[in-house]
């Protein structure tokens, strides 16, 4: 049982170019979630997606856009990389419901440089 | 501020020990509560979660106070392996938004 699968699991970026994160879940899961994760700031929500067709601005969205491309996959997409977003990133998907627990892939580390 | 705040620690303590991590959250619409286990270098994963009423897991126990807005975890005989970080999460009800505190780092030594 794969879970929620990620890739890449690395990247290095110049600045300026553009990358999509792919993500996607086998536990029909309706909700996904993009994190970012730096150093002191703890996880930090980009974007989420409620259940598919749907998608909503987090707490960072700036500089990204996202695409729920069916209910199992959610991407993630930098347009045009800053050193500012270099990060680690995560995806997770969670049944929707307020008393169930997230489930989150094993991170891309992105650099941008 | 953030909706969700916890000491970074880390918390240095010899196995064996009994520590507590605190952690509070500021919007009273949250309705959900739990407690996540981050290795260095991998995904969050699940710890327990959090009843209102307290609940138990082997050697950890969650406790809420709704009326203070403040969750705690209470690890007793510390392990090795309990090294890692502790991330506190409250969730809203409706559309089920997960919001993580920054986490508190655990180093438990011989």
């Not at chain 1, 259940?51 to 997409?77: C, H, I, Q």
């Not at chain 2, 699940?46 to 950890?60: A, H, K, P, Q």
């Not at chain 2, 506190?88 to 938004?97: E, F, K, P």
Request: aromatic share 12%; net charge positive; glycine share 8%.
């Amino acid at each position: 049982n794969a879970g929620v699968t990620q890739t890449p699991k690395f990247q290095v970026l110049k600045t300026g170019q553009s990358m999509t994160l792919q993500c996607a879940q086998d536990m029909n899961h309706n909700s996904m979630y993009w994190y970012r994760q730096d150093p002191g700031m703890g996880l930090r929500l980009i974007y989420y997606s409620a259940s598919e067709g749907t998608t909503d601005k987090g707490e960072v969205p700036n500089g990204y856009n996202v695409s729920r491309l069916n209910k199992r996959e959610f991407s993630l997409r930098l347009e045009s990389a800053a050193p500012s977003q270099t990060s680690v990133y995560f995806c997770a998907s969670s049944e929707g419901s307020s008393l169930t627990e997230a489930f989150f892939g094993q991170g891309t580390r992105l650099t941008v440089v | 501020r953030k909706e969700v705040e916890q000491d970074p620690g880390p918390f240095n303590v010899p196995e064996g020990a009994t520590v507590a991590f605190n952690c509070t959250y500021s919007n009273s619409a949250s309705q959900s509560f739990f407690w996540y286990r981050q290795d260095c270098r991998k995904e969050p994963k699940l710890l327990m979660s959090v009843y209102s009423s307290g609940n138990e897991d082997g050697r950890f126990t969650a406790q809420l106070n709704r009326a203070s807005q403040y969750i705690s975890l209470l690890i007793r005989d510390s392990k090795l392996s309990d090294s890692a970080t502790y991330l506190c999460v409250a969730a809203r009800g409706g559309s089920y938004i997960p919001t993580f505190g920054r986490g508190t780092s655990l180093i438990v030594h011989p």
